[in-house]
Structure formats: C-alpha cells, structure tokens
Antibody
Framework: EVQLVESGGGLVQPGRSMKLSCAAS????????MAWVRQAPTKGLEWVAT????????YYRDSVKGRFTISRDNAKSTLYLQMNSLRSEDTATYYC???????WGQGVMVTVSS | DIVMTQTPSSQAVSAGEKVTMSCKSS????????????LAWYQQKPGQSPKLLIS???TRESGVPDRFIGSGSGTDFTLTISSVQAEDLAVYYC?????????FGAGTKLELK
C-alpha cells in the first residue's frame, strides 16, 4: 500500500523559512517523479512543484520560483520542499503526491502570519 | 497556462440518480504522438486528501467502482456517475497534466438533494 506522510508544517512569520518532508513507503520511491500540491483554506488545488525520479529535473509554478526548492533523497525515500521568503498567500495545506496524477498524502498545514 | 473550467460548480442529487459533470480545457490535452488525453479526475471528501479516480481521461484506477466513467477528448471532458451513492458526496476536480504548470478546475461539489 502506498503511504505518503508529510511533516514539518506549522505557523511561521512572513519572510521566514520552513522545510516540509514527505516520507514515502509501499513503492519503489526512486522510480517515480514526485510533486507538491497545495490547497488554501476553503479553496481549490494548486500545483506547486515537480521533481523527476532521479532529481535531475525540477519544475515550479511562477509564484514560488526562486523561493521554493523541491528535492529528494532516494536513499531515504523522502521528498522535501524548502520554502523561503514565505508570504501570507502561501498559507495552505501542502500535499505530497506520487507523480501527477497519482496517490496523495494526508497533507500538512502551513500558516504564514505574524 | 491551461485554464480548466468545470461546470456546474455544485449539484444537488438524490441517491440512485445519474450525474454528469463537465471539464473544459483552454487548449487540447490530446498528445498526437501517443493519442492520449492528459486529463485526470479526483474526488475529495471533507477533511480528506484528493483521491485519484481516473487518469488518461477514461482509465479508472484500481478499486474505483465502475459507476465512475470518464469520457471526452481534446478540450471537452465529462465525469459520469451512473448511479450516485451517499458515499459519493464530495468535490470532484479535473486536472490537466499535459504541460506545466499543471492546473486544476475549481471543482464540482455534489450535495444531497
């Protein structure tokens, strides 16, 4: 059974940084591209970033380019999202996904507020 | 960016009814080299993460009941639930994965009549 467990969320002040992790199990992590998708409170879904199976290629939405970095550690079956210069509009539940389309984790809440 | 437009935004249904919802993309999602449509459907219940129902416009994921039927090609797509059950009350999203930024529709919320 595919399991994706996100961690690292919480309350952070505007302009500060936060790093999310996603621990994967139940499949061969190194064979799959991975992604982060977010959902602001009571809003729809917004793709954030994607990384290839080996980490050699990464893609970002324009609003996070230069601020967020997606990365992975295939030896640890873990996906990361480093978020810098956070803004109030980054407030959302962040989901880790196995490729897109694919399986999703349960999500982790990130609140950017002073 | 490819814009995904879903209609209706909400729909009140009774158990046993047939339901159809639409998803239109601002450009074709049909890749000519493999003849595949890069369109997926998700179901999100309150307090839960989205669940993938259908990929490639019409391929049901393993374990998804056969009352969920995806159809369409190019820019016009439909999700049909042949006989709605109480557990199907949720928000349904379409997503294009033809090109980045991958984009989602705003969702169709199924509610009880």
């Amino acid at each position: 059974e595919v399991q994706l467990v996100e961690s690292g969320g919480g309350l952070v002040q505007p302009g500060r940084s936060m790093k999310l992790s996603c621990a994967a199990s139940g499949f061969t992590f190194s064979n799959y591209g991975m992604a982060w998708v977010r959902q602001a409170p009571t809003k729809g879904l917004e793709w954030v970033a994607t990384i290839s199976y080996d980490g050699s290629s990464t893609y970002y939405r324009d609003s996070v380019k230069g601020r967020f970095t997606i990365s992975r550690d295939n030896a640890k079956s873990t996906l990361y999202l480093q978020m810098n210069s956070l803004r109030s509009e980054d407030t959302a539940t962040y989901y880790c996904t196995r490729a897109l389309p694919g399986d999703w984790g349960q999500g982790v809440m990130v609140t950017v507020s002073s | 960016d490819i814009v995904m437009t879903q209609t209706p935004s909400s729909q009140a249904v009774s158990a046993g009814e047939k339901v159809t919802m639409s998803c239109k993309s601002s450009q074709s999602l049909l890749y000519s080299e493999n003849k595949k449509n890069y369109l997926a459907w998700y179901q999100q219940k309150p307090g839960q993460s989205p669940k993938l129902l259908i990929s490639w416009a019409s391929t049901r994921e393993s374990g998804v009941p056969d009352r969920f039927i995806g159809s369409g090609s190019g820019t016009d797509f439909t999700l049909t639930i042949s006989s709605v059950q109480a557990e199907d009350l949720a928000v349904y999203y379409c997503e294009q994965y033809y090109d980045t930024p991958y984009t989602f529709g705003a969702g169709t919320k199924l509610e009880l009549k």
